[in-house]
């Protein structure tokens, strides 16, 4: 295995660091747009007297599908 140089280890950082700051964005302006992600038909709530639990499987399926589409098309990207 080949040991990684500062600069290749700097340009993943570089690139992790706009992604994140992409998906954070995204997701600002959908809160702000009213999307409903959080609330999704198949999230489950559970609300009872002193007690609440809540699982939102079907946003974590959506966030899940949505960030591996956006990696994939960035690493593909990067291998050009």
């Known amino acids: 295995m080949k040991a990684m140089d500062l ?26 747009l009213g999307v409903p992600l959080g609330r999704l038909p198949g999230d489950i709530r559970i609300e009872r007297d002193g007690f609440s639990f809540y ?18 098309i960035i690493f593909r990207l990067w291998k050009k």
């Open 7 to 32: 600069s290749s280890i700097g340009r993943i950082l570089i690139v992790v660091g706009l992604v994140i700051a992409v998906v954070g964005g995204v997701l600002w302006l959908m809160g702000r």
């Open 55 to 72: 699982f939102p499987i079907a946003t974590s399926i959506v966030l899940s599908l949505a960030l591996t589409i956006i990696l994939n």
